[in-house]
């Protein structure tokens, strides 16, 4: 995609520009010059100033091409350098934090799993940024460039300023302006992004969605959300891009949410619900193979997979409440496939069908005939989803021009 002549708009032209060629370079390389002017659409001229420029900055390097036959000389390609070129990539769940130091091909340099206690004297902003400096001071050795941080986490985010308007299970956060409070502790652009959404970007990026231009992806975890891809991009991406399935109400009189409102999709889908559900029916029940053992996911789902009848109805169940909401969602966006997330998954014989019956039965039949229901490549584990953020950053050049600009 190459950015129109605007006047008063040739810094956003570049930036769009310089963005186009470093996705092509990092998806196709080594790519000569030549075949960057074709795909890209830009004038070889153009395309020499935007190699030049990001060659100076060792963003791309330059790689002989040998073809079979050829005894000319090697053809000159290009390639992203991405080694020296560190982000931090953190996550925020449940009573813990997930932080690693990654360069900008995604890969690992160090990571630490630490506890993050919901109740704590010290709020939570403090805590974090605390940490972000003891983690900085042990790895310090390994700190190449630092470029930018990433942040997924669960709740209510302006990711646009960088506020968490709040979350759930750590109660005391309130309007807590984390992006700005790092960025200016930091001095680099911090990234925030629901890890829902920001998980949807990484499987449209990497992993089960690559190339697919509509998808919709549903997570059943301890929160339950959507994350929707529309002609190829992230749907609300500039501002608070979860589709918050998780608190479409199913139940008027049913348990109260985080967010206020009762009987909420999560509070029948999430996975402690699920186990509530399955331990009050185990009382029911007293032939189920769910008795005698510590009840989990992996057991409910072992269970269901050997038939029992219990875990079986609770899985699928589970299935025809987040299908209903899917239907409608379907007839809204027509995408070409829909990914789940889930622990549930180690049951998906039985969770994707009871999905996809409840949407085919709700839906226009145009729009969910041929619907694929499938498990996302990736789990909600560590700080993987960051480097989606990041990535996007550099694909549409917006951190890309900082870096050129040093």
């Not at 000389?73 to 934090?97: D, F, K, N, Q």
Request: one cysteine or more; a negative charge.
């Amino acid at each position: 995609m190459v950015a129109e002549s605007q006047p008063g708009h040739i810094d956003q032209i570049k930036q769009t520009n310089a963005g186009v060629v470093y996705r092509l370079i990092d998806q196709l390389g080594p790519v000569s010059r030549i075949d960057l002017s074709r795909l890209a659409q830009l004038a070889p001229a153009s395309i020499t100033k935007i190699v030049r420029e990001m060659l100076e900055a060792h963003l791309v390097q330059e790689l002989e091409i040998k073809e079979g036959g050829s005894r000319g000389r090697p053809a000159v390609g290009l390639i992203v350098e991405t080694e020296a070129w560190h982000y931090l990539s953190l996550r925020i769940s449940r009573g813990e934090i997930f932080i690693a130091l990654r360069d900008l091909s995604g890969k690992e340099v160090v990571k630490e799993c630490l506890a993050l206690p919901l109740y704590a004297e010290t709020p939570l902003l403090e805590r974090i940024i605390v940490m972000v400096d003891e983690f900085f001071t042990r790895h310090q050795q390994k700190l190449e460039r630092l470029t930018s941080m990433a942040i997924t986490l669960p709740g209510i985010i302006d990711t646009v300023n960088g506020i968490v308007h709040s979350m759930p299970f750590y109660e005391d956060v309130k309007e807590m302006p984390l992006g700005r409070a790092l960025a200016q502790h930091t001095g680099v652009p911090v990234y925030i992004q629901h890890d829902i959404s920001a998980w949807t970007m990484a499987e449209a990026l990497f992993g089960a969605s690559r190339g697919a231009r509509d998808v919709i992806q549903v997570v059943i975890d301890h929160n339950v959300g959507s994350g929707v891809i529309t002609d190829g991009r992230l749907l609300h991406a500039g501002s608070s891009s979860l589709v918050e399935i998780g608190h479409t109400q199913v139940d008027p009189y049913g348990k109260r949410c985080y967010c206020g409102n009762h009987g909420c999709l999560e509070t029948i889908a999430s996975v402690e619900s699920i186990l509530e559900l399955a331990q009050r029916r185990l009382g029911q029940s007293m032939t189920s193979t769910l008795h005698g053992q510590p009840l989990t996911v992996d057991s409910l789902c072992r269970a269901a997979l050997q038939g029992d009848l219990l875990a079986r109805d609770v899985i699928s169940g589970v299935g025809a409440h987040v299908g209903r909401i899917l239907a409608i969602m379907v007839n809204l966006f027509n995408p070409q496939k829909i990914l789940i997330g889930s622990p549930l998954n180690g049951a998906e014989e039985i969770l994707f069908p009871a999905v996809a019956d409840s949407i085919r039965q709700q839906a226009l039949p145009a729009y969910s005939r041929h619907i694929t229901v499938e498990r996302t490549q990736f789990s909600n584990e560590g700080t993987m989803a960051g480097a989606a953020l990041v990535k996007d950053a550099m694909y549409s050049g917006s951190l890309l021009i900082r870096l050129l600009q040093g």
